[in-house]
């Protein structure tokens, strides 16, 4: 299937249109047209290979809501015409440990990534979202719920599952007392979630610049990190910490307002940490932590929870024209809260 999307070609120059192909349906696969993609921060750090394992050409984009166009014969949950969501995987060996208890994210063999992967069976490059069509493994498509706005939705498929796992495995419940580091494109998916969830919820920030947006969102408190007499006011009160900035920054501060058993998930920055002290870890038995995305149960759970409590991202609609620019904007903080592509706004491919 011959589509058209907009790649990287090195790590310096723009994002600009590139026809490629996808690969023919296979039995167990779905092809989509592809109308909403979110942009996330990856997308650019993979783009401009900050993590030194970019392979061009690149379609990036991993927040994906499509209409099916096309089904394998052997596909049996889709037809065409239903709305689905890609996140960010297409497959995984289906034969693990982890795979069979749902968490492909953790494929002993790997998961195979939206873009930038390797196809299991042909071993050719994978490409992402910012395209007008994708073919995916059925097993890997999500259903969109019933109510939820598929223009905004997207941001949902990284943002939001990256977000929810680490407050599903740490069991944040009512009464819960967890704290959001940033309150960007993650922070206020989490703080959404963590209220939903019936938790107490305090955001971190350097100033007090967006007490506001954070009270807006609902969140109970704001703790200015620059404040030295507000952070030791608050040691020992929260349960979980959810850190969410998405560069290197230093863990310290934070280990001390975790109580006794509390955990520090880091789940925005990818990379070397400052080095960190074991005294509060030790004295309160305290952890650091990582998590990812979740399996695609608990993704699909995610989205029937976002229906039912109407959770949504705050989103800036752009052409995909204008990627490059959101690229620029995203690197400076100068968006509330994600962008999402209108991919209606992208050309279909010249005909054969």
Same mark, same amino acid.
């Given at each position: 299937?011959?589509?058209?999307?907009?790649?990287?070609?090195?790590?310096?120059?723009?994002?600009?249109?590139?026809?490629?192909?996808?690969?023919?349906?296979?039995?167990?696969?779905?092809?989509?047209?592809?109308?909403?993609?979110?942009?996330?921060?990856?997308?650019?750090?993979?783009?401009?290979?900050?993590?030194?394992?970019?392979?061009?050409?690149?379609?990036?984009?991993?927040?994906?809501?499509?209409?099916?166009?096309?089904?394998?014969?052997?596909?049996?949950?889709?037809?065409?015409?239903?709305?689905?969501?890609? #996140?960010? &995987?297409?497959?995984?060996?289906?034969?693990?440990?982890?795979?069979?208890?749902?968490?492909?994210?953790?494929?002993?063999?790997?998961?195979?990534?939206?873009?930038?992967?390797?196809?299991?069976?042909?071993?050719?490059?994978?490409?992402?979202?910012?395209?007008?069509?994708?073919?995916?493994?059925?097993?890997?498509? %999500?259903?969109?719920?019933?109510?939820?706005?598929?223009?905004?939705?997207?941001?949902? %498929?990284?943002?939001?599952?990256?977000?929810?796992?680490?407050?599903?495995?740490?069991?944040?419940?009512?009464?819960?007392?967890?704290?959001?580091?940033?309150?960007?494109?993650?922070?206020?998916?989490?703080?959404? !979630?963590? @209220?939903?969830? #019936?938790?107490? @919820?305090?955001? %971190?920030?350097?100033?007090?610049?967006?007490?506001?947006?954070?009270?807006?969102?609902?969140?109970?408190?704001? %703790?200015?990190?620059?404040?030295?007499?507000?952070?030791?006011?608050?040691?020992?009160?929260?349960?979980?910490?959810?850190?969410?900035?998405?560069?290197?920054?230093?863990?310290?501060?934070?280990?001390?307002?975790?109580?006794?058993?509390?955990?520090?998930?880091?789940?925005?920055?990818?990379?070397?940490?400052?080095?960190?002290?074991?005294?509060?870890?030790?004295?309160?038995?305290?952890?650091?932590?990582?998590?990812?995305? #979740?399996?695609?149960?608990?993704?699909?759970? &995610?989205?029937? !929870?976002?229906?039912?409590?109407?959770?949504?991202?705050?989103?800036?609609?752009?052409?995909?024209?204008?990627?490059?620019?959101?690229?620029?904007?995203?690197?400076?903080?100068?968006?509330?809260?994600?962008?999402?592509?209108?991919?209606?706004?992208?050309?279909?491919?010249?005909?054969?």
């Amino acid at each position: 299937m011959k589509t058209i999307g907009y790649a990287a070609h090195d790590p310096q120059s723009p994002l600009t249109p590139w026809e490629f192909d996808r690969r023919t349906l296979r039995a167990d696969d779905i092809a989509l047209d592809i109308l909403y993609c979110g942009v996330c921060h990856s997308d650019l750090h993979i783009a401009r290979n900050h993590w030194g394992v970019t392979r061009y050409p690149l379609v990036p984009g991993h927040e994906i809501i499509g209409r099916v166009i096309a089904v394998g014969e052997e596909v049996s949950g889709y037809r065409v015409g239903d709305h689905v969501a890609v #996140g960010c &995987m297409v497959d995984s060996c289906q034969q693990c440990d982890q795979c069979h208890q749902g968490e492909e994210q953790f494929c002993r063999q790997g998961m195979t990534s939206t873009y930038g992967g390797r196809d299991r069976i042909t071993g050719e490059r994978t490409q992402g979202g910012y395209a007008r069509q994708l073919v995916v493994r059925e097993k890997f498509a %999500l259903r969109m719920p019933d109510g939820l706005d598929l223009a905004r939705a997207a941001p949902l %498929l990284c943002a939001g599952i990256t977000t929810y796992s680490p407050l599903r495995t740490w069991q944040v419940g009512p009464g819960s007392r967890v704290a959001i580091v940033g309150l960007g494109g993650l922070g206020h998916m989490a703080v959404k !979630f963590a @209220v939903a969830m #019936g938790a107490q @919820v305090t955001v %971190l920030g350097r100033t007090d610049a967006k007490a506001a947006d954070a009270t807006a969102l609902g969140a109970t408190a704001f %703790l200015a990190t620059n404040d030295a007499e507000a952070m030791a006011a608050a040691r020992a009160s929260f349960d979980l910490i959810v850190d969410t900035i998405p560069v290197q920054h230093d863990l310290k501060p934070y280990l001390p307002l975790l109580d006794i058993d509390g955990t520090l998930a880091v789940i925005g920055q990818i990379g070397p940490v400052d080095s960190l002290t074991t005294v509060p870890l030790i004295s309160g038995r305290r952890r650091v932590a990582g998590s990812a995305i #979740g399996g695609i149960a608990q993704t699909q759970e &995610m989205l029937e !929870f976002c229906a039912e409590h109407n959770i949504l991202p705050e989103c800036e609609m752009i052409p995909m024209q204008q990627i490059n620019e959101a690229f620029d904007r995203m690197e400076e903080g100068d968006v509330r809260y994600r962008f999402v592509i209108d991919m209606a706004s992208l050309a279909q491919p010249s005909a054969d």
